[in-house]
């Protein structure tokens, strides 16, 4: 598959680590003592698990990137983390239901929801990301749509939403709100009564004040659904989630839920892949046959993608409020 437009712009992952790196004698807050200790150490560990990742077979590479994923979280709790508790986190807080039977034909229906209490590690990111905990089951074809290097190439019907990149006006009609505004694509289906279908799909769009729709740059979807221009202004640029440095909307991961942080879709998409690697390898040789499942080309592209993708978004939730 050709390289999308966002990963053609993004650095490649040795440049990204650097940039990382360069955080450990400079953090993005200050650290004393321990705090400072942990968050070097833990992301020495996670660079380290990358680069092992990226030296082996996809029969174990999941392993690798997941666990060299969760030793970045440390660094991230301890670099969010701002009331002065403790950032000690015990056990991965997450399950995935019903693993011993997982089959190559229904692996995108594997369902996961946290387990375990809120000193887990899922569970400390999901709060400090402002993400949703994932308290009731949610399919892994739900979670590989968060993913936009994964779901634009390779599609797991039925179709999910999937994020949105959002950007400012093309005018100086609202200049005077400054970086909080944005525009995205959005039909008028999805617009009637204050735009409320859109922000039930997107609960970001939840607070956020409707300006203009309509009247600026439009567009045919494949179907004939024409989208036009919405602009919204948020009260808070900072509850702006980012995808490859980019605003983004993340869809609800259900009906009335909130939505993922993006590195928490790849955190949930990695700790499946490990756990079916690690305790059901039968399964897991089954699903990477490239001549036997429909779903290897797309777990391929998922752990090679990884490389690049997952350390980009560990060092916007590093560096980001």
Known sequence: MPRRWFE?????????????????????????????????????????QFDAA?????????????YGLSQAGRAIAVARERSGRSVAMHGHGLKVLNSDSIS??????????SDGKGASSFATLAELLRSDPISEPV????????I??????????????QPIWIDRPYNGRFAEYGERVFTLQASAEQMREDAAALRLLYPELEGAELLKFGGGSYSEMGDGTRTDEAVFRFHDAASVRRL?????????????????????????????LSI???YEPVVWTRLIDVNRSPSAVAIEAALSK?????PIQIYTALTSE
């Open 8 to 48: 053609v712009e993004s650095d490649p992952p040795e440049e990204t680590w650097r940039r990382i790196r360069a955080l450990r004698a400079d953090p993005p807050r200050a650290l004393e003592g321990n705090r400072h200790r942990l968050f070097a150490n833990s992301l020495e560990q996670a660079q380290q």
């Open 276 to 278: 079916v690697t690690r």
């Open 306 to 310: 990884a490389l690049t993708a997952v």
């Open 139 to 146: 399919s892994l074809g739900v979670i590989w749509h968060m």
């Open 244 to 272: 490859r440095g980019d605003a983004v909307l993340m869809p609800a991961l259900r009906p009335h839920g909130g939505s993922a942080d993006p590195l928490l879709a790849w955190w949930v998409l990695l700790f499946t």
């Open 54 to 66: 990226a030296s082996v077979g996809f029969e174990s590479r999941a392993l690798n990137l997941y």
């Open 148 to 161: 936009p290097e994964l779901c634009l190439d390779y599609p797991i019907p039925p179709g999910y939403p």
């Open 104 to 113: 190559v034909d229904g692996f995108f229906r594997t369902n996961v929801r």
